[in-house]
């Protein structure tokens, strides 16, 4: 049997982990998932460990997306794009890093947005600065969008992500922005899309802007797993816009993963009944409302 460590630092119980747990028991895959709780000084050592040992990779959680893509030998170019890296595959001692978090956003835009990519707004707001947010900065740029203000509530994270798009965004502008409910505002009125990848007010079942700050007609990918409809999907959806939550997303990543981990696809039905059981939601819950 080979093991599959999920490396982060948290003890809460990863949605991931159930998912990809109920994929390879249908697939009979004989791939052992164990959690490694590793604290940002540790991770080296993890990877180190990870290079001898019947290990097929790693699978890599919050905190350490972006300094795990330092550490492996090579990169995909989604990881390269971001600079992040949420799975790890291993080749004999070599590691390679990819980031399926960007065909997560892939899919998460495209079942949101109009199927002509070129009615697609050219301008988003993004919040947050984690491996969710470089992975919609990376999907937007390729996508042709020409304005992307990125909010973050520790400005010098927003400015770092900013900093590792330099090269590539040289034909479009993409700014780090304070968070400040008047420039949030100002930036929404000038956007078509708005993404929310800082799971700010999600716990608290909470909107991370206030619903006075949205423009009608707004598309509105929220990447929060936990409900159907979140108070910032509910709040758009009052004034005219088009909402999705995280959950094509996550399970597009999630399939994704399960690819380069084992070489098949895996069954989309068992992945989305074990997503919503973990999550104790109804089966197949609604993602996208609007009109």
């Not at 390679?96 to 978090?101: E, I, P, Y």
């Not at 895996?266 to 993602?287: C, K, Q, R, S």
Request: glycine share 10%; hydrophobic share 45%.
């Amino acid at each position: 049997m080979q093991r599959l460590p999920v490396i982060g630092q948290t003890s809460t119980h990863s949605a991931f982990e159930a998912v990809q747990r109920a994929a390879l028991e249908q697939a009979g895959v004989d791939l052992r998932l164990e959690r490694w709780e590793r604290r940002p000084h540790q991770l080296g050592d993890a990877f180190d460990e990870l290079r001898d040992g019947p290990f097929a990779g790693a699978l890599v959680v919050a905190p350490h997306k972006e300094r795990a893509a330092t550490l492996v030998n090579a990169l995909s170019e989604d990881a390269k794009a971001t600079g992040a890296v949420n799975l790890v595959v291993r080749d004999g001692p070599k590691l390679r890093g990819h980031n399926t978090d960007v065909d997560g956003l892939r899919a998460g835009l495209t079942a949101l947005l109009p199927k002509a990519q070129g009615k697609w707004p050219r301008a988003a707001v993004v919040l947050g600065a984690g491996g969710g947010a470089r992975a919609a900065v990376a999907v937007l740029v390729g996508g042709g969008f020409q304005h992307i203000s990125l909010f973050n509530r520790h400005l010098h994270r927003a400015e770092a992500v900013v900093t590792h798009f330099a090269r590539s965004t040289r034909h479009m502008e993409l700014r780090a922005r304070p968070w400040h409910e008047t420039i949030m505002e100002a930036e929404l009125a000038k956007a078509g899309l708005l993404v929310d990848a800082s799971g700010i007010g999600a716990e608290e079942g909470a909107s991370p802007i206030p619903a006075a700050l949205l423009p009608e007609g707004l598309y509105v990918l929220d990447l929060v797993l936990d409900k159907t409809a979140t108070p910032l999907m509910r709040d758009a959806k009052e004034r005219g816009g088009t909402v999705t939550n995280g959950r094509a997303s996550f399970l597009a990543s999630s399939a994704a993963t399960f690819r380069l981990l084992t070489g098949s696809d895996a069954a989309p039905d068992v992945m989305g009944a074990a997503l919503d059981t973990d999550l104790g939601l109804p089966e197949e819950g609604v993602a996208v409302v609007g009109d």
